[in-house]
């Protein structure tokens, strides 16, 4: 369930208890999530194991079949009209899931570890048109779920969709995972640009609070350096299925990645965390090194960090900064140099070793300046972005990929973003 305590600090890396309660601006926000728990011993069904290839998972998911980071999800085409999920007991108690059939708005319900939820059945509505697919999105970065079997009305069953052509990458942290926003991961940027950008499958590699640097920041026990060559994140979740000895991601389970957004150092610049300019320059260029490794046609874009506002007197200012802008910039220009192109340096962070490609690269590199498209009211109490925020980061970026790299925008109206339809329809108040 998803749980927003007015209490957490900054970039907090330990979560509390699973709570009811969503706040928003400190209020409590009304829900009526309907409680989709049923009893499978009653019920008649046919059922696909978690492994069936029909099933197609978004983000990263272990091979227990537990889902990490923030967003992950999976879809799926059926016959008949009825789509029941048994969760297995990795499972955290009461996540908040977001689900729906084809392009209608997203419904939520809370989840249980070792339940079966009836998620579509004849009485929802749009069950009875075509086309029939069905997706599935865990709202909570810190926590997960583990799919046990799909189940379907007897007699029917699931179809494989066609694949996406095009694939996108966030790494990051907080600002990137939906820390602080309505429905968290649902409700961040990296979702909203890769949902919105249409016929895009995409995966959130950020947990707040971890750093760029391969150290223990905010309860984070390793930095993104190690972490993103692995598939679990940072969590204590994590920390309690695989210890110290987390699984390597087998990066080939999924297509490469067309374009990787970085966005990393906001952690690191803290002085808390005591990090290093040199040691925060030679992180992310093991970062860039190890994308460019695993996926060596990807385009990759180092984004700037916004700082946050301060009002004087009757203006807002930009904070100074101090989130290593100047490192990130220097990092893209390193890649950008010739004698880096004429033979590539790649790294690995399951081996930790570095190695060369021994051919010549085009430009890969490339930089987003995040620079006035975010205002003073678009980052909340807690320095983060608020929804609104995220939906303006988002489009920016949406507009950057179209004139950058030529994606034409391919969404067709589905919702992307939850409770953002609100309006004034008084026009004489």
């Known amino acids: ?7 957490l600090i900054l970039f907090l ?7 009811s309660t969503i706040l928003q601006n400190g209020q409590v926000k009304p829900t009526n999530y309907p409680n989709t728990l049923i009893s499978l011993a009653s019920r008649s069904f046919t059922t696909y194991p978690p492994n069936a290839t029909e099933i197609s998972y978004q983000g990263r998911w272990d091979s227990k079949h537990v889902s990490w980071w923030s967003a992950p999800g999976l879809r799926f085409g059926y016959t008949g009209q009825t789509v029941a999920i048994s969760f297995g007991n990795w499972t955290s108690p009461g996540v908040l899931i977001a689900y729906r059939i084809a392009g209608l708005d997203w419904m939520f319900t809370n989840v249980t570890a070792g339940g079966t939820h009836l998620l579509v059945s004849p009485t929802t509505p749009g069950s009875a048109w075509y086309p029939r697919t069905f997706e599935l999105r865990v709202t909570n970065w810190a926590y997960g779920v583990q799919i046990d079997a799909v189940h379907l009305a007897p007699g029917e069953k699931l179809v494989q969709l066609p694949q996406n052509t095009r694939h996108i990458e966030v790494i990051g942290d907080s600002l990137s995972s939906g820390m602080f926003q309505s429905y968290e991961g649902l409700s961040g940027w990296g979702y909203g640009l ?7 499958d995409f995966s959130v590699t950020a947990y707040p609070g971890i750093c760029t640097v391969d150290k223990p920041c905010w309860g984070n026990p390793r930095g993104q350096q190690f972490q993103w060559f692995y598939t679990s994140d940072t969590s204590p979740r994590s920390r309690a299925m695989y210890g110290d000895n987390p699984e390597p991601w087998d990066f080939s389970k999924r297509p490469d990645a067309d ?9 690191d610049c803290l002085p808390v965390n005591n990090v290093s300019s040199q040691a925060f320059t030679d992180s992310l260029t093991k970062i860039i090194q190890g994308v460019h490794g695993k996926w060596p046609n990807a385009q990759i874009v180092l984004m700037s960090l916004w700082q946050g506002f301060t009002q004087y007197g009757n203006w807002w200012y930009p904070n100074a900064p101090y989130c290593f802008e100047r490192e990130v910039y220097q990092v893209y220009q390193s890649f950008n140099r010739e004698e880096y192109l004429r033979n590539p340096t790649v790294y690995d962070g399951v081996t930790g070793k570095t190695s060369q490609t021994n051919k010549t690269a085009e430009p890969f590199v490339h930089f987003f300046n995040t620079t006035g498209i975010l205002q003073h009211n678009d980052i909340n109490p807690g320095a983060h972005l608020t929804d609104v925020g995220s939906i303006k980061l988002a489009s920016q970026l949406q507009q950057y990929v179209k004139l950058k790299f030529g994606w034409e925008f391919q969404a067709t109206g589905p919702e992307i973003y939850h409770d953002t339809y609100y309006w004034n329809n008084e026009a004489n108040y």
Do not use: K, Q, R, Y
Not at 194 to 200: F, H, K, M
């Open 1 to 7: 369930m998803l749980h927003l305590s007015a209490l």
């Open 13 to 19: 890396g330990v979560i509390g208890e699973v709570s």
């Open 194 to 200: 890769g949902a919105s950008l249409g016929n895009t």
């Open 259 to 267: 374009l990787v957004f970085v966005c990393m150092g906001t952690n």
